[in-house]
């Protein structure tokens, strides 16, 4: 059974950097393609980048191209997601996410569906 321990969280201002770690346990090929997704209150989750497992190919989501890079260390089993420039629009609760596979790495990767495996989520609070 795959557990995946979201951490890294915390509170900054307009500017700052977090790094949000995703550790992950189990079945090395079940955690294959990973993710991170986040959730406003009020709002629905959202995708915000994925990688692959081998070549570590990434995607972002528009909002945080540039600001945000996901990278792995499949060495430690470690997801990892730095993210610079933060904006008060970042705030939320920041999830990791892993799967097998994915339907169509191009387009489907956004999908919480696509993922069965969930961590439990680390909140970031950015402030102006």
């Known amino acids: 059974q795959v557990q995946l321990m979201d951490s890294g969280g915390g509170s900054v201002q307009t500017g700052g950097s977090l790094r949000l770690a995703c550790a992950s346990s189990?079945?090395?090929?079940?955690?294959?393609?990973m993710a991170w997704f986040r959730q406003a209150p009020g709002k629905e989750r959202e995708a915000v980048a994925a990688i692959t497992p081998n070549l570590s190919l990434t995607n972002y989501a528009d909002s945080v191209k540039g600001r945000f890079t996901i990278s792995r260390d499949n060495a430690r089993n470690t997801l990892y997601l730095q993210m610079n420039s933060l904006k008060p629009e970042d705030t939320g609760l920041y999830y990791c996410a892993a799967d097998r596979s994915i339907s169509r790495w191009s387009t489907t990767w956004r999908e919480s569906s696509e993922y069965r495996f969930w961590g439990q989520g680390t909140q970031v609070t950015v402030s102006s």
């Open positions: 189990g079945t090395t090929d079940d955690t294959s393609y």
